[in-house]
């Protein structure tokens, strides 16, 4: 235990020495361990030989309905669908999937990335193309609420 949290330890060492704007490109090989919301996946990612950390990663560029803080009964019935949706997505590709476009997240831990599944498809774009989740856009508000009004 005390190795895995050294490792995590340098992950994030490193990365808080990376300006930014930096991106780790990938792809970086990963395992999903658990799904918690539509566009939030905990995975084990491949960092190195024999190296691997278990990290939050929030998917790029997609916003989906809120679950634990959501501000209607609708949005959290959005959300749990949005999150039913991305599980089954990935266990369709049996768990496995690639990470790309790596940033770090604006909450300590979690990273902000592309999530790809075996064939290549991005599965935020998926979400989006399925109507699961929209575009991320920073300060736009709850509109889950407002078009369930």
Sequence with gaps: MARIFLILWMFLSICS??????????????EVLRVIDGDTVEVRARVWLNQEIAVLVRLADVDAPEIRRASCPGEKAKGFAARDVLADLIDASGGAVFLTDIRRGKYAGRVVAHLHGPDGADLGDVLMRMGNVSAYSPGAGNAYCRAAD
Excluded: C, F, N, Q
């Design 17 to 30: 020495a990376v300006k930014a704007a930096d991106v780790l490109p990938g792809p970086v090989p990963a």
